[in-house]
């Protein structure tokens, strides 16, 4: 796998296994806490033939990515096909479920009704591009990339 200091695009993550995407998460920093749109990418059955298209699926009919507001430590999502701006979290620095290093945590369990039960981490991998991971409960479901 090549270091963390490689340029990482959204295409290559799409290409990346499971076990590649833990472990850059793992040799990232958190990096400052992102201000402003971040278009999303969902990372689903990673290192399958099947994750760019899931992606773009999801990608066109359900979440399009994340509106941080880093002064006021909350973000909203973009979902729907439209665009809705909905679903706030509540955003920190805190340790990781994966590896128990800081990491940003995305929190949803005391401002959403729809997603009190999820959890996001990110890490900055590259300029402007984060890595997340979603838990449901303790759970690991996804990952996903922002980029800024």
């Given at each position: 796998?090549?270091?963390?200091?490689?340029?990482?695009?959204?295409?290559?993550?799409?290409?990346?296994?499971?076990?590649?995407?833990?472990?850059?998460?793992?040799?990232s920093e958190p990096g400052p806490i992102p201000d402003g749109e971040g278009a999303?990418?969902?990372?689903?059955?990673?290192?399958?033939?099947?994750?760019?298209?899931?992606?773009?699926?999801?990608?066109?009919?359900?979440?399009?990515?994340?509106?941080?507001?880093?002064?006021?430590?909350?973000?909203?999502?973009?979902?729907?096909?439209?665009?809705?701006?909905?679903?706030?979290?509540?955003?920190?620095?805190?340790?990781?479920?994966?590896?128990?290093?800081?990491?940003?945590?995305?929190?949803?369990?005391?401002?959403?009704?729809?997603?009190?039960?999820?959890?996001?981490?990110?890490?900055?991998?590259?300029?402007?591009?984060?890595?997340?991971?979603?838990?449901?409960?303790?759970?690991?479901?996804?990952?996903?990339?922002?980029?800024?």
């Open positions: 796998m090549p270091s963390v200091a490689d340029a990482y695009t959204v295409p290559r993550l799409l290409d990346m296994t499971q076990a590649d995407l833990d472990t850059l998460f793992r040799e999303g990418t969902a990372i689903v059955a990673a290192g399958t033939s099947f994750t760019p298209e899931i992606a773009s699926f999801i990608n066109l009919f359900a979440w399009q990515g994340k509106i941080f507001d880093a002064k006021s430590g909350l973000l909203r999502n973009r979902i729907l096909p439209f665009g809705l701006s909905a679903i706030i979290a509540k955003v920190y620095l805190a340790s990781s479920w994966l590896d128990e290093k800081d990491c940003i945590v995305l929190d949803y369990s005391e401002t959403s009704l729809v997603a009190h039960w999820i959890r996001d981490e990110i890490r900055l991998i590259g300029p402007g591009l984060y890595l997340g991971k979603v838990y449901w409960g303790k759970d690991r479901l996804i990952d996903f990339a922002l980029q800024f």
